[in-house]
C-alpha cells in the first residue's frame, strides 16, 4: 500500500542538516539509498539532490514507523517526519555525518524495481546500460554535480553577457542549410512536399543578419546539430555560447570571452588570468604539432628532416622528419618503446625512430644508416640528455601545401606528454590562436573549400589574391584553445556583398548557385552592413573541463552514443507510414552493407 503526499512539506534537504539542527523536527523527502536492518534498529540513507542523511528507525519508540521500514528497498521514494539528533559516533566521511534522524513517521510514497547497477559514484555497468537507463544514472552524485555545475557556468555566462551589453535573441530551428562544414539534418516539410528545412549547424548567418539589423550585440545560448561520423568528443547535437558584435576590433571580441571565461572559471573555482596569450597558427603547428596545442608542458617539436638527408632514400622517406625529446624515456622498457610506436602508427606515422641518449652514449637502430656523427649532431641539435630518447616520426599521408608530419609529432608529443607526467593538471592555459589561412585543399572535392565558413573576413592586403592564389589569403579568424581542446573559433566577417559574392566564386559556387542558397544574406549586405564580427564556444567541452570529465556526455543530461542514438528514448526510430504519407515521402529499400 502507498501513502500519498497529501498536503506533507518537506522542511529540509537531506543533504543540509548539520549539527546545528539538532533537536529540529523534519520532514524530509527523497530516495532509499541503502537499508540495513539490525532487528530493533533499521537504519536507512535517504538520498536526494544535496546529499545523503542517515534515518534511523527504532523498534520500542516508534513501532508503526519501524514496521513500515521492514518494507523499504533500494531506490523506494519516502516521506520521513522525525527528529534531528546528534550521532554518538559522527561519520567523517558525508557533510551529514554529526547527525541522524529519529524517524517518527514514514510515508512509502513509491516503490521501485531493483535497478540494473547501483546508484553510486562508482559504476561497474557498461555506458550502455548507463545511457539505457539515464534516469538511474542521473541519479548519481557525480552527475548531479555536473548537471548543477552546467547550469551554474551557463547563467553566469548569460549574466555576464547581460552586463556588457548583449541581449539574448533566439533563432530559428526550423531554417535553411547554414554551412560549417557538415551535413544537415533535415526536416521535410508536411505543406510544401518535397522541401525540406534543415537544423542550423550554427546560427552563423541569422546572428550576422541581427547585426545588419541593427542589433548591436548578440548572444545565444544555443543548439546545433552536425551530421557528421562521430568522434569521442563530439556529438550530433551540441551547445555553444554564440555571440556577434558590431563594429568590433578583434581586441573587443577576445576581452569579452576573456571575461565570460574568466566568470565561467570562477564557477568551477579555477582562477584564469587575463588577458590571454595570442600565438599564431603556422607557429603552434610548427611547435606543437597542433592548432589547439596543450601548452600545459613543453617538448616542442624539432625539425630534423637535414639530419636524414643522406639516407632518405635507404629509409624510403617522404616528406620531413620531425622529432621530439622524451625526458626519462631512455629508462623505458622495449615493450614500452614498442607502444609508443604502435601509438606513433595509429596517428599516423610511417616510420618511427628512437634515439636513446645514456652517460655512455647514444644507441639506436639509425646508427648504421645515418652515422653515429649525424645522429649525435641530430642530438645535440634538439637538446637531448642523457637518460632522454629523441623520437622521430615521418608521415604516412602526404597532402600538398601541407606538413603532415608536424601532425603525426604533435600527438606523439600529447602522447609522451600523457605517459611521462608532464602535464600539471592544475595548469588552465588559454590561448588565441590567428593567421589561419582561409581556404584549404579538399582532397574529395578537388577543390579549395573555406577553413571555417565562407563569412570568414579576408586579410583587406590579401583581398586580390582570393581569384588568383586562394592559397595565400589570410583569413581574419580566430580560436580559442584550452589545454589541448578547441573551446571555439570566430572571426570578423566580411561584411561587402561584393567581397561575398566573390568568396562564394572562389569556392566554386556560381551566381545563380550563390543566390539560390544565400542569396537573403547577399540581398541583406547590400542595405548598409556594419563591420560585424563574433565567435562561437562550445558549452559542454567547456563544462566537460572545467568538472574534470573526458566524455562529453558525462556534462550532458541525455548525450547520443558515438552512433548518434539516444539508447532511452530509442532514436532515431521507424516511423508510421502514415507520417511518410501525409509528408510524401517514401523509404527506399537500401542494401545495407
Ligand atoms: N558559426 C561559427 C561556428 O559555429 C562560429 C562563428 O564564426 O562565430 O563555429
Same mark, same amino acid.
Given at each position: 500500500?502507498?501513502?500519498?503526499?497529501?498536503?506533507?512539506?518537506?522542511?529540509?534537504?537531506?543533504?543540509? @542538516?548539520?549539527?546545528?539542527?539538532?533537536?529540529?523536527?523534519?520532514?524530509?523527502?527523497?530516495?532509499?539509498?541503502?537499508?540495513?536492518?539490525?532487528?530493533?534498529?533499521?537504519?536507512?540513507?535517504?538520498?536526494?539532490?544535496?546529499?545523503?542523511?542517515?534515518?534511523?528507525?527504532?523498534?520500542?519508540?516508534?513501532?508503526?514507523?519501524?514496521?513500515?521500514?521492514?518494507?523499504?528497498? *533500494?531506490?523506494?521514494?519516502?516521506?520521513?517526519?522525525?527528529?534531528?539528533? $546528534?550521532?554518538?559516533?559522527?561519520?567523517?566521511?558525508?557533510?551529514? !555525518?554529526?547527525?541522524?534522524?529519529?524517524?517518527?513517521?514514514?510515508? #512509502?510514497?513509491?516503490?521501485?524495481?531493483?535497478?540494473?547497477?547501483?546508484?553510486?559514484?562508482?559504476?561497474?555497468?557498461?555506458?550502455?546500460?548507463?545511457?539505457?537507463?539515464?534516469?538511474?544514472?542521473?541519479?548519481?552524485?557525480?552527475?548531479?554535480?555536473?548537471?548543477?555545475?552546467?547550469?551554474?557556468?551557463?547563467?553566469?555566462?548569460?549574466?555576464?553577457?547581460?552586463?556588457?551589453?548583449?541581449?539574448?535573441?533566439?533563432?530559428?530551428?526550423?531554417?535553411?542549410?547554414?554551412?560549417?562544414?557538415?551535413?544537415?539534418?533535415?526536416?521535410?516539410?508536411?505543406?510544401?512536399?518535397?522541401?525540406?528545412?534543415?537544423?542550423? &549547424?550554427?546560427? &552563423?548567418?541569422?546572428?550576422?543578419?541581427?547585426?545588419? *539589423?541593427?542589433?548591436?550585440?548578440?548572444?545565444?545560448?544555443?543548439?546545433?546539430?552536425?551530421?557528421? +561520423?562521430?568522434?569521442?568528443?563530439?556529438?550530433?547535437?551540441?551547445?555553444?555560447?554564440?555571440?556577434?558584435?558590431?563594429?568590433?576590433?578583434?581586441?573587443?571580441?577576445?576581452?569579452?570571452?576573456?571575461?565570460?571565461?574568466?566568470?565561467?572559471?570562477?564557477?568551477?573555482?579555477?582562477?584564469?588570468?587575463?588577458?590571454?596569450?595570442?600565438?599564431?597558427?603556422?607557429?603552434?603547428?610548427?611547435?606543437?604539432?597542433?592548432?589547439?596545442?596543450?601548452?600545459?608542458?613543453?617538448?616542442?617539436? =624539432?625539425?630534423?628532416?637535414?639530419?636524414?638527408?643522406?639516407?632518405?632514400?635507404?629509409?624510403?622517406?617522404?616528406?620531413?622528419?620531425?622529432?621530439?625529446?622524451?625526458? !626519462?624515456?631512455?629508462?623505458?622498457?622495449?615493450?614500452?618503446?614498442?607502444?609508443?610506436?604502435?601509438?606513433? $602508427?595509429?596517428?599516423?606515422?610511417?616510420?618511427?625512430?628512437?634515439?636513446?641518449?645514456?652517460? +655512455?652514449?647514444?644507441?639506436?637502430?639509425?646508427?648504421?644508416?645515418?652515422?653515429?656523427?649525424?645522429?649525435? $649532431?641530430?642530438?645535440?641539435?634538439?637538446?637531448?640528455?642523457?637518460?632522454?630518447?629523441?623520437?622521430?616520426?615521418?608521415?604516412?599521408?602526404?597532402?600538398?601545401?601541407?606538413?603532415?608530419? @608536424?601532425?603525426?609529432?604533435?600527438?606523439?608529443?600529447?602522447?609522451?606528454?600523457?605517459?611521462?607526467?608532464?602535464?600539471?593538471?592544475?595548469?588552465?592555459?588559454?590561448?588565441? #590562436?590567428?593567421?589561419?589561412?582561409?581556404?584549404?585543399?579538399?582532397?574529395?572535392?578537388?577543390?579549395?573549400?573555406?577553413?571555417?565558413?565562407?563569412?570568414? !573576413?579576408?586579410?583587406?592586403?590579401?583581398?586580390?589574391?582570393?581569384?588568383?592564389?586562394?592559397?595565400?589569403?589570410?583569413?581574419?579568424?580566430?580560436?580559442?584553445?584550452?589545454?589541448?581542446?578547441?573551446?571555439?573559433? !570566430?572571426? #570578423?566577417?566580411?561584411?561587402? &556583398?561584393?567581397?561575398?559574392?566573390?568568396?562564394? $566564386?572562389?569556392?566554386?559556387?556560381?551566381?545563380?548557385?550563390?543566390?539560390?542558397?544565400?542569396?537573403?544574406?547577399?540581398?541583406?549586405?547590400?542595405?548598409?552592413?556594419?563591420? =560585424?564580427?563574433? #565567435?562561437?564556444?562550445?558549452?559542454?567541452?567547456?563544462?566537460?573541463?572545467?568538472?574534470?570529465?573526458?566524455?562529453?556526455?558525462?556534462?550532458?543530461?541525455?548525450?547520443?552514443?558515438?552512433?548518434?542514438?539516444?539508447?532511452?528514448?530509442?532514436?532515431?526510430?521507424?516511423?508510421?507510414?502514415?507520417?511518410?504519407?501525409?509528408?510524401?515521402?517514401?523509404?527506399?529499400?537500401?542494401?545495407?552493407?
Amino acid at each position: 500500500m502507498l501513502d500519498t503526499l497529501g498536503n506533507l512539506k518537506r522542511t529540509h534537504y537531506a543533504g543540509a @542538516l548539520r549539527a546545528t539542527d539538532a533537536d529540529r523536527d523534519v520532514v524530509l523527502m527523497g530516495w532509499v539509498h541503502r537499508r540495513r536492518d539490525l532487528g530493533q534498529l533499521i537504519f536507512i540513507d535517504l538520498r536526494d539532490r544535496t546529499g545523503i542523511a542517515q534515518i534511523v528507525f527504532n523498534k520500542e519508540q516508534h513501532p508503526e514507523a519501524h514496521a513500515k521500514a521492514e518494507h523499504l528497498r *533500494s531506490e523506494y521514494v519516502v516521506a520521513v517526519e522525525g527528529r534531528v539528533v $546528534k550521532r554518538q559516533k559522527a561519520n567523517p566521511e558525508i557533510p551529514t !555525518g554529526e547527525v541522524e534522524v529519529i524517524a517518527t513517521r514514514l510515508h #512509502i510514497l513509491n516503490n521501485s524495481k531493483t535497478p540494473p547497477f547501483p546508484i553510486e559514484d562508482e559504476v561497474n555497468a557498461t555506458e550502455e546500460t548507463r545511457l539505457r537507463y539515464r534516469y538511474l544514472d542521473l541519479r548519481r552524485p557525480k552527475l548531479h554535480a555536473n548537471v548543477e555545475l552546467r547550469h551554474r557556468i551557463v547563467l553566469e555566462t548569460r549574466k555576464t553577457l547581460d552586463e556588457l551589453g548583449f541581449f539574448e535573441i533566439e533563432t530559428p530551428m526550423l531554417t535553411r542549410s547554414t554551412p560549417e562544414g557538415a551535413r544537415d539534418y533535415l526536416v521535410p516539410s508536411r505543406v510544401h512536399h518535397g522541401r525540406f528545412y534543415a537544423l542550423p &549547424q550554427s546560427p &552563423q548567418i541569422f546572428k550576422q543578419i541581427l547585426m545588419i *539589423s541593427g542589433m548591436d550585440r548578440y548572444f545565444q545560448i544555443v543548439k546545433c546539430f552536425r551530421d557528421e +561520423d562521430l568522434r569521442a568528443d563530439r556529438q550530433p547535437e551540441f551547445t555553444q555560447v554564440d555571440l556577434e558584435m558590431s563594429f568590433p576590433t578583434q581586441d573587443a571580441i577576445f576581452d569579452v570571452i576573456e571575461r565570460v571565461m574568466e566568470r565561467a572559471c570562477a564557477v568551477a573555482g579555477v582562477n584564469v588570468q587575463r588577458p590571454f596569450r595570442h600565438l599564431d597558427y603556422k607557429e603552434v603547428l610548427r611547435r606543437y604539432g597542433s592548432d589547439k596545442p596543450d601548452l600545459r608542458f613543453g617538448m616542442e617539436l =624539432h625539425n630534423v628532416t637535414e639530419f636524414f638527408a643522406a639516407a632518405r632514400e635507404t629509409l624510403h622517406i617522404e616528406g620531413n622528419v620531425q622529432a621530439v625529446v622524451a625526458p !626519462g624515456a631512455a629508462a623505458w622498457s622495449r615493450k614500452q618503446i614498442d607502444e609508443l610506436a604502435e601509438a606513433a $602508427k595509429s596517428a599516423g606515422a610511417k616510420s618511427v625512430y628512437t634515439v636513446k641518449v645514456t652517460g +655512455d652514449g647514444i644507441s639506436s637502430s639509425l646508427e648504421k644508416t645515418l652515422g653515429a656523427d649525424a645522429l649525435k $649532431k641530430m642530438c645535440d641539435a634538439v637538446s637531448a640528455n642523457p637518460g632522454d630518447v629523441v623520437v622521430a616520426v615521418t608521415s604516412k599521408d602526404q597532402i600538398p601545401h601541407s606538413d603532415t608530419s @608536424l601532425n603525426v609529432a604533435g600527438q606523439v608529443r600529447l602522447y609522451l606528454g600523457n605517459k611521462l607526467n608532464l602535464i600539471d593538471r592544475g595548469r588552465w592555459e588559454f590561448a588565441w #590562436i590567428t593567421g589561419f589561412a582561409l581556404f584549404e585543399w579538399s582532397e574529395t572535392e578537388k577543390q579549395w573549400v573555406s577553413a571555417q565558413h565562407p563569412f570568414t !573576413g579576408i586579410v583587406e592586403e590579401d583581398l586580390d589574391k582570393l581569384d588568383t592564389a586562394p592559397w595565400e589569403c589570410r583569413s581574419k579568424g580566430y580560436d580559442l584553445v584550452l589545454n589541448g581542446y578547441e573551446l571555439g573559433s !570566430g572571426s #570578423i566577417r566580411i561584411h561587402r &556583398q561584393d567581397v561575398q559574392a566573390r568568396m562564394f $566564386k572562389a569556392l566554386g559556387l556560381t551566381d545563380e548557385q550563390a543566390r539560390q542558397r544565400f542569396g537573403f544574406l547577399l540581398d541583406a549586405l547590400t542595405y548598409g552592413a556594419p563591420p =560585424h564580427g563574433g #565567435i562561437a564556444l562550445g558549452v559542454d567541452r567547456i563544462v566537460m573541463l572545467l568538472a574534470g570529465e573526458k566524455s562529453l556526455r558525462e556534462v550532458i543530461a541525455f548525450p547520443k552514443t558515438t552512433a548518434a542514438q539516444d539508447l532511452m528514448a530509442d532514436s532515431p526510430s521507424p516511423v508510421d507510414p502514415a507520417q511518410l504519407d501525409e509528408l510524401g515521402i517514401a523509404i527506399k529499400e537500401t542494401q545495407r552493407e
